[in-house]
């Protein structure tokens, strides 16, 4: 078991519609070894059967002499992403509340080593992110996930200081993606850590905002998603300028103006419905590495939808076979 002198860490599972996978999801976070610890556990409205799986999962690890405080909760109305995930903040006490989606599942070690992480940097962080595996919708092994961390965030592999969440509190539009927003927010306040680990079996296929095959509709959502974010930061900024000088407000006016200006270029080339629309995104973009996947997509998004799509789909087989032959590989 792990050790009592830490600060209290809260384990945050948060679910929807994803009775295939939330059973796996509670036995990795009943199995941290980490103490002090509680559980918080919020299911945004589900209509399948991952309450029920939920509920009982609970009531058989209440039984267990070793189990901590699990706070269950369930949402009346389906709130969204974000929406479940301030639910989670608004019950959770932690000072660390590390992020846990109802389709990945986390190695025992994961609170203890986020905790220990943050500790042995001086407690400083805001947001604490690390590696995962990719593992496929039927868990099968699919190689390392790519680098994450809060400029580019998945929030299933993060952790944040509670103080994110008090200094800002709820947000303007609860169809955003939390992930981008915290991770945002927990910059404004204070420094990131990024640990090598590899703490979590990252599902890829399942989720709202990864597939393995449709690539186009999950990332004009994201950048939708972006959009409104950035926005919301805008306001968000207000609330903390009294801590920053003028040159880091500058420069965070800047990086949003610019972030967003992107995501909207972005999204002219990935939905645009004219060629001279998604030509126009595809400009205002800019140059990018010559042979680079990035190069790749732009290419086939700026083609008619339907010969775009068929080489997106090769892309995807193709990184299919690498990510599995890395899996089976065990890299």
Not at 135 to 146: A, C, K
Not at 239 to 245: G, S
């Given at each position: 078991?792990?050790?009592?002198?830490?600060?209290?860490?809260?384990?945050?599972?948060?679910?929807?519609?994803?009775?295939?996978?939330?059973?796996?999801?509670?036995?990795?976070?009943?199995?941290?070894?980490?103490?002090?610890?509680?559980?918080?556990i919020s299911d945004d409205a589900s209509t399948d059967r991952?309450?029920?799986?939920?509920?009982?999962?609970?009531?058989?690890?209440?039984?267990?002499?070793?189990?901590?405080?699990?706070?269950?909760?369930?949402?009346?109305?389906?709130?969204?992403?974000?929406?479940?995930?301030?639910?989670?903040?608004?019950?959770?006490?932690?000072?660390?509340?590390?992020?846990?989606?109802?389709?990945?599942?986390?190695?025992?070690?994961?609170?203890?080593?986020?905790?220990?992480?943050?500790?042995?940097?001086?407690?400083?962080?805001?947001?604490?992110?690390?590696?995962?595996?990719?593992?496929?919708?039927?868990?099968?092994?699919?190689?390392?996930?790519?680098?994450?961390?809060?400029?580019?965030?998945?929030?299933?592999?993060?952790?944040?200081?509670?103080?994110?969440?008090?200094?800002?509190?709820?947000?303007?539009?609860?169809?955003?993606?939390?992930?981008?927003?915290?991770?945002?927010?927990?910059?404004?306040?204070?420094?990131?850590?990024?640990?090598?680990?590899?703490?979590?079996?990252?599902?890829?296929?399942?989720?709202?905002?990864?597939?393995?095959?449709?690539?186009?509709?999950?990332?004009?959502?994201?950048?939708?998603?972006?959009?409104?974010?950035?926005?919301?930061?805008?306001?968000?900024?207000?609330?903390?300028?009294?801590?920053?000088?003028?040159?880091?407000?500058?420069?965070?006016?800047?990086?949003?103006?610019?972030?967003?200006?992107?995501?909207?270029?972005?999204?002219?080339?990935?939905?645009?419905?004219?060629?001279?629309?998604?030509?126009?995104?595809?400009?205002?973009?800019?140059?990018?590495?010559?042979?680079?996947?990035?190069?790749?997509?732009k290419c086939a998004y700026l083609l008619p939808k339907p010969?775009?799509?068929?080489?997106?789909?090769?892309?995807?087989?193709?990184?299919?076979?690498?990510?599995?032959?890395?899996?089976?590989?065990?890299?």
């Amino acid at each position: 078991m792990g050790s009592t002198e830490g600060p209290l860490v809260s384990f945050c599972v948060k679910c929807y519609n994803q009775e295939r996978y939330i059973g796996e999801a509670l036995e990795g976070a009943f199995a941290q070894t980490y103490r002090p610890l509680e559980i918080v556990i919020s299911d945004d409205a589900s209509t399948d059967r991952s309450w029920e799986i939920i509920q009982a999962a609970v009531d058989g690890y209440r039984r267990r002499p070793d189990a901590v405080q699990v706070v269950l909760n369930r949402n009346a109305s389906n709130l969204g992403n974000l929406g479940n995930w301030l639910s989670i903040c608004s019950l959770a006490k932690g000072v660390l509340l590390v992020k846990a989606d109802g389709d990945d599942v986390s190695l025992p070690e994961r609170a203890a080593r986020i905790a220990e992480a943050w500790r042995a940097d001086g407690s400083k962080a805001t947001v604490v992110s690390h590696a995962g595996m990719l593992v496929g919708p039927g868990g099968q092994r699919m190689g390392p996930m790519w680098k994450v961390s809060a400029s580019a965030p998945a929030g299933a592999v993060m952790a944040f200081h509670r103080s994110v969440y008090d200094a800002f509190g709820g947000a303007e539009d609860l169809r955003m993606v939390d992930d981008e927003l915290f991770a945002l927010r927990a910059r404004m306040l204070g420094p990131e850590l990024v640990i090598p680990d590899r703490l979590v079996r990252y599902r890829l296929g399942t989720g709202v905002s990864n597939s393995l095959w449709r690539m186009r509709e999950p990332m004009c959502r994201s950048r939708r998603d972006l959009v409104t974010t950035f926005r919301q930061v805008r306001h968000d900024l207000e609330k903390v300028q009294a801590r920053m000088t003028e040159d880091e407000l500058a420069a965070w006016r800047s990086r949003l103006d610019a972030g967003e200006a992107r995501a909207v270029s972005e999204l002219m080339l990935l939905a645009g419905e004219t060629f001279s629309v998604r030509r126009e995104g595809y400009s205002r973009m800019g140059p990018v590495r010559m042979l680079s996947v990035w190069q790749f997509f732009k290419c086939a998004y700026l083609l008619p939808k339907p010969l775009g799509d068929c080489l997106l789909f090769a892309y995807a087989v193709v990184r299919y076979v690498m990510r599995r032959t890395k899996g089976v590989l065990g890299r």
